[in-house]
């Protein structure tokens, strides 16, 4: 997929954010190959190799108070006008994921109805996930349990790496940077329990999920990643 959105929906006094990743071929070095030349000849030849960086496309982060049912039309609205369908009616395939911990199924939801009726558009894979402090990813019906270390991990790995590259024109980036570098994490020794403090306290860190969902989701999927083996519920 070229696009994974993240959406960090915050409760009633909580701001919302929404970020948006491309993935983007970048080369890395050359390799050689054989090549055809003709019916009975080949040669040696080098070719240019190319990783993938993630370039953060958009960051925005509505009005405390919106309204959930106005955030999930601009959500919508916004994934439209990522990938439009093409001269033959295809249509590109986008990731959404959605951080549920807290408004849970009833975001997860509205997101689907509307983008069940949306006309035109990529289509769209729609994860919500809870964050937990376990060790690894699980499935609960729809839900994906995804662990707080592992989502922000994501995130500072691709930062340090160089693979996860901020525009001139991405809002609050330099804050942004700031506070992915910063966190820290603290262990429990007792329980082997891991916590996470931001670099400002009582700062806001909802840009900065937005961010880590997206990276983690493109991460997740590129490794093949497999769910933890826990019963799934039914909804």
């Not at 948006?20 to 240019?48: C, D, K, Y």
């Not at 807290?102 to 689907?112: F, I, K, N």
């Not at 942004?176 to 429990?188: G, P, S, T, V």
Request: glycine content about 12%; overall charge neutral.
């Amino acid at each position: 997929m070229r696009y994974w959105v993240g959406a960090d929906f915050g409760q009633a006094n909580d701001y919302t954010a929404l970020a948006v990743l491309e993935r983007v071929p970048a080369p890395v070095g050359e390799r050689e190959i054989t090549r055809r030349t003709g019916l009975l000849t080949r040669e040696r030849v080098r070719v240019p190799t190319h990783d993938h960086e993630l370039h953060l496309r958009y960051l925005s982060r509505p009005p405390l108070r919106t309204s959930y049912e106005r955030i999930a039309d601009g959500i919508v609205s916004r994934i439209r006008e990522l990938e439009p369908v093409g001269a033959f009616g295809e249509r590109g395939t986008i990731g959404l994921v959605v951080d549920a911990t807290g408004v849970g199924r009833a975001v997860v939801d509205m997101l689907t109805q509307r983008l069940s009726v949306a006309v035109g558009g990529p289509k769209t894979h729609l994860w919500p996930a809870t964050i937990t402090s376990g060790s690894h990813v699980t499935k609960n019906g729809p839900f994906l349990g995804v662990p707080k270390r592992e989502l922000i991990n994501a995130g500072v790995v691709a930062l340090q790496e160089g693979r996860l590259k901020f525009g001139a024109e991405v809002p609050e980036r330099e804050q942004l940077q700031e506070e992915l570098l910063a966190y820290r994490l603290k262990i429990n020794l007792a329980t082997g329990h891991d916590s996470y403090q931001p670099w400002r306290e009582g700062g806001h860190d909802d840009l900065l999920f937005s961010l880590c969902l997206a990276t983690w989701a493109w991460g997740f999927v590129a490794k093949g990643g497999e769910y933890g083996q826990e019963e799934e519920a039914a909804w």
